[in-house]
Nanobody, 122 residues
Framework: QVQLVESGGGLVQAGGSLTLTCAASGINFHGSAMAWYRQAPGKERELVARISSAYISSNPMTTYADSVKGRFTISRDNAKDTVSLQMNSLKPEDTGTYYC???????????WGEGTLVTVSS
């Protein structure tokens, strides 16, 4: 049974930091690309950051939404089957439910967590 369990969400003031963590089980974590998406109220889900699998390279490739470049960092721990999202200089527009996902390096994200809520107050 595949499980992606997010943690670390909460309420933070603008300019603050949060770290989200996703613990994966039931998947081939080393062979999976991992990503964080978010969905703000009334908006569509959007990609925040993505990191390639350990099969692609020992130095994983990362991709970020333009809106978070320079502020967010995605990383993975293949020994612990976890992926993290370090979020700095948070803005109110970063508010939303953040979802962890897993999938193919060259295809769709097949598995999703239930999400963790991040609220950034101004």
């Amino acid at each position: 049974q595949v499980q992606l369990v997010e943690s670390g969400g909460g309420l933070v003031q603008a300019g603050g930091s949060l770290t989200l963590t996703c613990a994966a089980s039931g998947i081939n974590f080393h062979g999976s690309a991992m990503a964080w998406y978010r969905q703000a109220p009334g908006k569509e889900r959007e990609l925040v950051a993505r990191i390639s699998s350990a099969y692609i390279s020992s130095n994983p490739m990362t991709t970020y939404a333009d809106s978070v470049k320079g502020r967010f960092t995605i990383s993975r721990d293949n020994a612990k089957d976890t992926v993290s999202l370090q979020m700095n200089s948070l803005k109110p527009e970063d508010t939303g439910t953040y979802y962890c996902s897993a999938g193919s390096d060259f295809g769709a994200m097949n598995y999703w967590g239930e999400g963790t809520l991040v609220t950034v107050s101004s």
